[in-house]
């Protein structure tokens, strides 16, 4: 079992950046796929980034290609999202999540097991 603790969001102006970070407890960290979320208010929980467990495999949803980077320190049992030319619509709150499986799909919310409480990222125009 893993514990996710989200951190680093905030309100930024757009085309302004920020970094998330998750901090994962446990000693299997590299064990799991990790992934981050968000859900805008009103709106389903929808897929942002996934990294692979050595970290050298990544994925992104369209609306985060060329501006999003998501990357994983397996000593330091963190997940990051580093997000450039933030967009108003970019405003959620963010989510980390954890799976162990290894399923042919790597962006469906139910596939993971384990969710961090989110932290919320406002974009303002």
């Known amino acids: 079992q893993v514990q996710l603790v989200e951190s680093g969001g905030g309100l930024v102006q757009a085309g302004g950046s920020l970094r998330l970070s998750c901090r994962a407890s446990?000693?299997?960290?590299?064990?799991?796929?990790m992934a981050w979320f968000r859900q805008a208010p009103g709106k389903e929980r929808e897929f942002v980034a996934t990294v692979s467990r050595d970290g050298f495999s990544t994925y992104y949803a369209d609306s985060a290609k060329g501006r999003f980077t998501i990357s994983r320190d397996n000593a330091k049992n963190t997940l990051s999202l580093q997000m450039n030319s933030l967009k108003p619509e970019d405003t959620a709150a963010y989510y980390c999540a954890a799976r162990q499986l290894a399923l042919p799909s790597v962006t469906m919310e139910r596939d993971y097991d384990y969710w961090g409480q989110g932290t919320q990222v406002t974009v303002s125009s």
């Open positions: 446990g000693r299997t960290f590299s064990s799991y796929r």
